[in-house]
């Protein structure tokens, strides 16, 4: 059964593409999941309102649903890139929230906001390295 499993992922040249986007539909979902009764002392915490912080948590668990059926479509690279984008926007938003001082942040609020922003960078660049195998085997 392992020698099948790993011959399998060894012909497949998707397989840290889909790993990296399945792995980051199930991070974010529970980041949501675990947001929603959190809300309110994620707020306090934050400087953010609940509302905020329900949108927020909403939001992860969308996203990590679309990108976990994004996944598994028959070809992922299409898919793969719109999610490195998307990963890639999130990162510059956080970044552009704590610059500009746009939800007035409390430093709590600053740090988690950031952690976010590092937390879809690396998981941007570790899709994107799935993307170039993904390219380079069937180039």
Same mark, same amino acid.
């Given at each position: 059964?392992?020698?099948?499993? /790993? ?18 539909? !199930? ?22 309102? /609940? ?13 990590? !649903? ?44 600053? !740090? ?28």
């Amino acid at each position: 059964m392992t020698a099948a499993i /790993t011959s399998r992922l060894e012909e497949s040249t998707d397989a840290l593409l889909r790993f990296a986007m399945r792995a980051d539909a !199930v991070f974010c979902g529970l980041a949501g999941v675990a947001g929603l009764p959190l809300a309110g002392w994620l707020a306090e915490l934050s400087g953010t309102t /609940t509302t905020t912080e329900y949108a927020m948590a909403a939001f992860f668990i969308g996203y990590g !649903v679309v990108v976990f059926v994004l996944a598994t479509l028959p070809k992922v690279a299409t898919a793969g890139t719109v999610v490195i984008a998307a990963n890639l926007l999130y990162t510059a938003a956080a970044v552009g929230i704590v610059v500009t001082d746009a939800w007035t942040l409390t430093t709590a609020g600053v !740090v988690l906001t950031l952690a976010t922003g590092i937390y879809t960078l690396a998981f941007a660049e570790l899709q994107y390295l799935g993307l170039r195998r993904l390219r380079r085997s069937t180039a």
